[in-house]
Structure formats: C-alpha cells, structure tokens
C-alpha cells in the first residue's frame, strides 16, 4: 500500500471519492488483500470512534440523571411523619425523631445547594468564577516599555485595541494583549479572534510564545462567550499537561461544573 | 428539568433509529430501566459502579442494535435491556472468576423468554476493547476525530473550534490520528485474532 493509496481510502471512507475513482478503488479493496485489511483496519477505527462519542454522550447524560434523581429523592424525605413520632413519646423515639430530623435537614440543605447549582451554573457563571486579569511580564520584552505595554499596565484597553489594530509589525504580544483587552471590554468575539491567531501564528511557525497565555484565555472566553462546548477540550488539554503554564489554574476548576455547563447548553 | 417525554417501544425505537432528540431517549431509558438493572446487580454481589457501568454498556447495545436496525421487537426493550444486562454481568463475574455464583444468578434469573444475546455480550466485549484503544490516543487526536466521525462536524467547523489554522491543518491531524488508531487496533492482538478469524 502506497502512502497515497492509503490516503485515498481515508478519503473513500469519509465520502469524499466519486466516479471512476471510486470504482478503482473499490477494485483496489476487492482485489488487494492488503488493502481489504487496510480498508478493515480503518472500518473499525472510524467505529471504535463513534462509540467512544456514544459512550462520553451517554455518560453525560447518566451522570446529570443521576444528579436530579438525587436531588429529587431528597426533596421526598417525608418530614411530616416527624410530627407523630413526636406523639408518641419515648427517649429512644426521641433519639430518633432528632436524628431523622438532623439527617432531613442535612439532606434537605444538601439538595438547595445541588438544585441550586444545577439551576446557577453556566457557561458565563463559571466564566464569572474563573477569570482572573494578566499581568503583563515586562521581563518578557527587550528593555523599555513599548506604548502598548504602557497601556496595557495602565488598563487603558481600547489604546491598547486601537496600537494592536495599527501597529505596522503584529507579533504575538501585540496579539495578546489585544485579545485580552478586547476580554477586558467584554468583546469576546474579537478576543477569541485574536487568540486563536497567536495560537495559528505558533503552530504554522513551530514556536510558543504567548500560546500557553493564549490557549487559557482562549478557554476564557468561550466560556465567557457562553460556548462551554468549545472551551472543554481546551481546558482539557491544560488539565492533562502538568507543564502548561495554567495547568495549576486549570486543575483547580471545578470539571464537574463545567459538564454540567455542557450538558446544560446541549440540552 | 427532567425529560418528560413518555416513549412506546415503538416510538423509542424510531427516535433512535432516526437519531432524534437521542438525549431524552437515553434519559428515558435511564428513568424506566435502570433501577432494575441496579437491584438486580447489587443483589448479585455487584457494587453501585458495577451497575452504573453494566447498564451504561447495556444503553450502548441496546442503541447499536437499534441503529443496525437489528432491533426485531420479539421481545420488549424491558426485556432486551434485562437480558443484556444479566448476561454481561454473567460474563464480568466470569472474567473475574466468580464461577459458583456466576452459574447461580446466570439460571436463577434467566427468563423463558428471553433470546440468545451472546453475540450481544461479545459484540459488547469487542466494542469495549476498542474504546479502550481511542481512550489510549492523545487528547487532541480524541477530539478531532469524535468531532469529524460521532458529531458529523466539518473541516471548517472543527478548524473554528479548535486551535487550528485552517481546514488543511485539521485535515491533515485527523488524516494522522485515524492512522495511529488503526494502527493501535493492527497491534492489538484479540483484535488480531479476530480479524484472522473473519479472512478465514
């Protein structure tokens, strides 16, 4: 199998081949042993992917069903039957009046702050929990200050948008601190915009800088941007590298939170 | 909050076949059926994970039957998910080499009626493993691929979503992931096995 050959069965296998393509390559899988197992090989992958995304589906699903049934289940603690054990005196049933009655007022406190979360959380709550403001690393750059790291010390925002937009040379600092200004005065479009361009700009020319600032405040802002779908794997990611520079940060947050934000804006 | 949609087999049946509204689908069955399959578990010498985790695989078999419109109706769907789920916790006791009582639940709780579903249980065995190998890729090549294959996005969409440049970039990602996957299964030997069994 040539690497192009192999190539073409991705292709045919995503739908993207017709004509007399398609009928070569179809005699290719038919003829060819090792591009029927090639073929088998790919087949099952593209399987075991889809029932890996039916598996997390369902789990997300199970678990905020597992969560409301909770919750629901102790709202049905039958506190009114606390009132005839009451009547019917005793020490012992004294005891266990007062402990039903701590245990339903436990369980009952317990269920406000699960219903309660359930009902608050969301994308842009979390955002509210989790953002912090950058401070700008003047170490980072050359020497004296440029006027858009003047700016951005001074929180002066929309200078520091209005030097990104006509600075003649954009680097990814200038990038940066455009996206978070931009995060700063809420426009989280932009923000996005301008993270994912210092992200592209490392990837297209093997380098990092800013990426791991860029890739959490990306994260940010989608939450900010009420997108929790889109900041997940992000945050994942983070989560998953314990040498990202926000690894830390990220491991704090509440994952069970953010699926739950997730499993919300899916509904 | 919760799913108030009341489905027949029937009309459960159809709405995973089409793929519509599968969210309550799953909470539907979650909210009629699991709970038996949890009693019946823990009763059996199974934890709380362990019902959680056969039911959730018996949901899996249960729509990827329905999918492969393999689904015939001989039976309810009660009594599919029942023996699905009796069976591949027969088949998890056995792997953990609780023989006497695996034989017990297996007799004890078999129903008249129910239908052979053991090549369910290794269909079930089989999918099981291959998530496994997906699980073993990294998380930027789970997520492409999940992304393209299970929620039907595009290159564009998947390029807008995620940290890359462009349509080519995430091309060529998924293009290598899907690689190392089918690599993973190639180096798999039950997987192997298998698949000399099926050019046999």
């Not at chain 1, 995503?14 to 179809?26: K, P, R, V, W």
């Not at chain 2, 998947?158 to 998924?174: C, F, S, T, W």
Request: net charge negative.
């Amino acid at each position: 199998m040539t690497p192009e050959e192999t190539r073409a069965l991705v292709d045919h296998l995503d739908e993207n081949i017709t004509g007399s393509s398609l009928d070569s390559l179809e005699r290719l899988i038919a003829e060819d042993p090792e591009a029927a197992q090639e073929w088998y090989y790919l087949n099952l992958a593209v399987d075991a992917v889809k029932d890996h995304g039916l598996y997390e589906e369902i789990s997300a699903i199970r678990e905020a069903w597992k969560m409301e049934e909770t919750t629901e289940s102790v709202y049905h603690v039958s506190t009114p039957e606390l009132p005839a054990a009451r009547e019917s005196g005793g020490l012992v049933r004294s005891l266990n009046r007062y402990g039903l009655r701590a245990a339903a007022i436990i369980l009952i406190v317990m269920s406000s702050t699960t219903v309660y979360k359930y009902l608050s959380i969301s994308s842009a709550s979390l955002y509210d929990r989790y953002y912090s403001g950058y401070t700008l690393n003047t170490a980072r750059g050359s020497g004296s200050e440029q006027p858009i790291e003047q700016a951005f010390n001074a929180k002066d925002w929309n200078t520091v948008i209005s030097l990104a937009a006509t600075a003649k040379e954009k680097d990814n600092q200038t990038e940066f601190l455009a996206g978070m200004a931009s995060l700063e005065e809420k426009r989280y479009d932009d923000a996005i915009t301008f993270f994912e361009q210092v992200i592209a700009v490392n990837t297209h020319a093997g380098t990092d800088v800013y990426q791991d600032e860029a890739e959490y405040y990306l994260a940010i802002s989608w939450l900010a941007d009420k997108k929790v779908n889109q900041a997940m794997p992000i945050l994942e990611k983070i989560k998953a590298d314990p040498h990202h520079q926000y690894h830390d940060k990220v491991a704090k947050m509440s994952f069970f939170d953010l699926r739950l934000a997730q499993y919300k804006e899916n509904k | 909050m919760r799913a108030e949609e009341k489905y027949t087999d029937p009309e459960l049946i159809a709405a995973i076949s089409a793929g519509r509204d599968l969210n309550n689908a799953i909470r539907y069955l979650y909210q009629q059926y699991s709970e038996a399959t949890s009693s019946f578990i823990k009763h059996h010498g199974g934890s709380e994970q362990d019902a959680d985790d056969i039911f959730q695989e018996t949901v899996m078999a249960f729509i990827d039957t329905v999918r492969k419109d393999k689904f015939r109706g001989e039976a309810s769907v009660k009594t599919f998910l029942n023996a699905i789920a009796r069976n591949y916790w027969f088949n998890e006791m056995k792997k953990r080499g609780r023989a006497g009582q695996r034989d017990k639940v297996f007799e004890l709780s078999r129903d008249k009626d129910e239908a052979d579903v053991s090549h369910h249980i290794s269909e079930m065995e089989r999918k099981r493993q291959l998530r496994g190998l997906v699980d073993q890729l990294g998380d930027s090549c789970r997520k492409v691929l999940v992304l393209f294959y299970y929620e039907n996005m595009s290159m564009k969409e998947i390029a807008d979503h995620l940290p890359y440049e462009n349509e080519q970039v995430v091309r060529n990602k998924k293009y290598k992931c899907l690689q190392q996957l089918a690599g993973f299964i190639k180096d798999n030997p039950a997987i192997a096995r298998q698949m000399q069994e099926i050019l046999k």
